[in-house]
């Protein structure tokens, strides 16, 4: 077999040849030098400078590249490691180093097992168990519990606003995986796939009473409705797992879009009957205490601040081929004031998505921050009373077309 071809990067290199064109490139923009075609398929990059003695070289990395889907074999070496080869025995369906997938699982068993040798214990165990969500409320609801880990917390040790909206987007998909409607779409129902139709969020808002903390458990209800003739609402609730105390609870607003010509859809009756009978005529928030109102919109001469050249990575697209909507979130905050990011905690933030973004759009964050307690903002504000309010937009930076509008509520972290 071909043994992996290696993918070599450094710290601070001059420049970078391009193969294919002999363009000169940052380390930012790094491409592939050289690439080979047939089932063998490979892509090579490799450091075209010496180092010269004395010369420090503290971020060296080597990384094999495949092609998807032809993968016999994993290997990747650091400078001062040694070299690791993974055995990857099959993939696509059928059987990796032990673990039934696929269509290898036995239909008696569900939406899926997993099968483990007599070291592990033996026996047949439902994926459903690893994903520790259940229904409850005559099926009506999905309830999901996750622990706050390491990497989703920020520098004040609690967890950000992209964890909780990431949270409640994973229970909303595993509530249709679990409910036997999911197809290959991400979060479409067979008579979705059926017609090229994907599920895209219009609004949400979120509230937050409590942040948890790294290690907190929390525990997740979502419930799906029907909001007007051709949409249906999302609502959740996060308790805290020891105490059961609500600490977050969030609404959204759900339609069809066609994935190939990504224009809006009305709702095919056979879709209608299939999700119908999950709908739960519940509310999340009582009367009046949503933000329904309209967002206004931000421009030059309206907002306070403004980051430009934002880009989206290959990282920030989700199955659907456009930017995942909680990656927004990221980007809205960089035009928020530093010393609000760090003595504020996001309570209320409402999103209002008005198109989609693409890998290869440019981005610019605007931002406009008021507050009723003071005129000067916000160093003088030290009431626990006191809530800065905040105005975003996200635009394309070459034609200023919205991408997303957003509203949203802060206050002292020290009050929360």
């Known amino acids: ?30 491409m592939p030098m050289s690439a080979t075609s047939g089932s063998g398929s490979s892509l090579h990059l490799r450091r075209p400078w010496p180092v010269k003695k004395g010369e420090a070289s503290s971020a060296t990395a080597v990384v094999g590249w495949r092609r998807k889907g032809k993968v016999k074999g994993l290997c990747a070496e650091v400078s001062g490691g040694g070299r690791n080869q993974v055995s990857v025995d099959r993939v696509n369906g059928r059987k990796v180093n032990g673990v039934v997938h696929g269509s290898e699982a036995p239909s008696s068993m569900g939406t899926g ?21 259940r229904f409850v409320e005559d099926r009506f609801v999905y309830r999901q519990t996750f622990v706050i880990r390491s990497y989703e917390i920020g520098p004040d040790k609690t967890a950000t606003m992209e964890t909780l909206m990431n949270l409640l987007q994973e229970t909303a998909l595993n509530h249709v995986m679990s409910s036997g409607l999911a197809s290959d779409g991400f979060g479409a129902t067979h008579e979705m796939s059926l017609r090229k139709l994907i599920w895209v969020v219009t609004r949400i808002n979120i509230q937050v009473d409590k942040y948890s903390r790294w ?9 799906v409705a ?21 600490i977050t609870r969030a609404t959204s607003n759900w339609v069809m879009m066609n994935r190939e010509t990504r224009r809006l859809s009305k709702t095919p009756e056979q879709v209608r009957e299939e999700v119908k ?11 009046g205490s949503c933000d329904n109102e309209k967002i206004d919109k931000l421009t030059e001469d309206t907002a306070e601040n403004i980051r430009s ?13 456009h930017v995942n909507n909680v990656k927004y979130i990221g980007w809205i905050l960089e035009s928020v004031p530093m010393n609000v990011l760090e003595d504020y905690h996001l309570t209320s933030m409402t999103l209002e998505y008005r198109r989609e973004c693409r890998q290869s759009n440019l981005l610019e964050s605007l931002t406009s921050m008021t507050t009723g307690e003071t005129e000067e903002y916000p160093a003088s504000i030290s009431s626990c009373k006191a809530v800065l309010g905040s105005t975003h937009l996200l635009r394309l930076q070459e034609d200023k077309a919205e991408i997303v509008r957003a509203r949203a509520e802060w206050q002292r972290k020290d009050c929360i």
């Open 1 to 30: 077999m071909r043994s992996p071809v290696m993918a070599c990067f450094s710290s601070s290199p001059p420049s970078i040849q391009h193969g294919y064109s002999g363009k000169t490139i940052t380390p930012s923009m790094a």
């Open 113 to 133: 097992t997993a099968a483990f040798g007599a070291g592990d214990g033996g026996g047949m165990v439902s994926v459903n168990a690893f994903k520790l969500g």
């Open 215 to 223: 290690g907190d458990v929390v525990e997740i209800d979502t419930w």
């Open 226 to 246: 029907a909001s007007g003739k051709n949409g249906m609402r999302r609502d959740w609730i996060i308790r805290d797992y020891s105490t059961q105390q609500i």
């Open 277 to 287: 009978p999950f709908y739960l005529d519940r509310r999340v928030f009582l009367y």
């Open 309 to 321: 050249g934002l880009e989206p990575r290959w990282s920030d697209m989700d199955v659907n081929q």
